[in-house]
């Protein structure tokens, strides 16, 4: 589960104080498939990074499966991030010096995984790729890139995956296939899938669609019961309330 109280991000920009986040309260489920979408500078990428502990916030918690990560050093951030969490960046952040297995396997190989080598050609094969396994990153579209992003995501088996605009760049048929490979991929293993895009047909696809605008959450609609959940979320106890 992920939990986010009062969470709020300001910014010194020249002589004024910039707010990009302003005391946002979220709890995402496990395994619930969350679609965050808003204007540019909304604060989208600013509250992914946090919930990723890729940056701090300025005031508020924000707790993973209880632990708080506001509150952890460097090294035991990035070791959860390593366990739990997977994340894929509108451009793709491949290491182009490595083949697309090799930059699979390079976070397995950091944890020191087991079958590592078994593994990525596994999951090179889930994202369609086999063929292109020895193919640099230059050698490969940008929709294939995106592809071994994906692959590389789920390396170390994360229980949550953040993806920002991952379609972004991509042509709308190539966009729907890293969509749905995602997607697939995510519920296949139950994982907690937090999706930031512009695309309302993509948003539409969620358990929840969450809208940002100036750093508030503007709405907040369930739009299915998440598959991989069987516990019911808190507006439905509310509402199941006599
Ligand atoms: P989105 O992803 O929704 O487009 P961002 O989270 O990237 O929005 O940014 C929200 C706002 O905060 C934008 O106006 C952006 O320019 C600003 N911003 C983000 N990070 C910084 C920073 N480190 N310094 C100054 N301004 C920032
Ligand atoms: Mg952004």
Request: proline share 4%; no cysteine; glycine share 8%.
């Amino acid at each position: 589960m992920i939990e986010l109280y009062k969470v709020s991000k300001t910014v010194q920009s020249g002589a004024e104080k910039l707010t990009i986040l302003r005391e946002l309260d979220l709890t995402i489920p496990d395994g619930q498939f969350v679609a965050v979408v808003g204007p540019s500078g909304s604060g989208k990428s600013t509250l992914l990074g946090l919930v990723a502990g890729l940056d701090a916030p300025t005031s508020g918690q924000i707790r993973i499966d209880g632990e708080e990560i506001t509150r952890m050093g460097e090294d035991a951030l990035a070791s959860l991030r390593g366990r739990k969490i997977g994340f894929v960046f509108q451009s793709f952040h491949l290491i182009p010096s490595m083949t697309a297995l090799e930059n699979v396997l390079a976070p397995m190989e950091i944890a020191g995984l087991k079958d590592a080598a078994a593994r990525a050609r596994q999951l090179l094969r889930d994202v369609e790729l086999t063929e292109r396994a020895h193919h640099y990153p230059s050698q490969l579209s940008g929709g294939e890139q995106q592809r071994v992003a994906i692959a590389r995501a789920f390396a170390n088996e994360p229980k949550i995956l953040l993806a920002d605009e991952p379609t972004g760049n991509l042509d709308s048929r190539n966009g729907q296939h890293v969509f749905d490979l995602m997607v697939g991929m995510n519920r296949r293993r139950g994982a907690t899938l937090v999706l930031v895009t512009h695309e309302h047909e993509l948003a539409s696809r969620a358990d929840r669609r969450i809208s940002l605008r100036d750093g508030q959450v503007v709405a907040d609609e369930t739009l299915r019961q998440s598959e991989s959940t069987e516990s019911p979320t808190a507006g439905e106890l509310e509402a199941a309330r006599p």
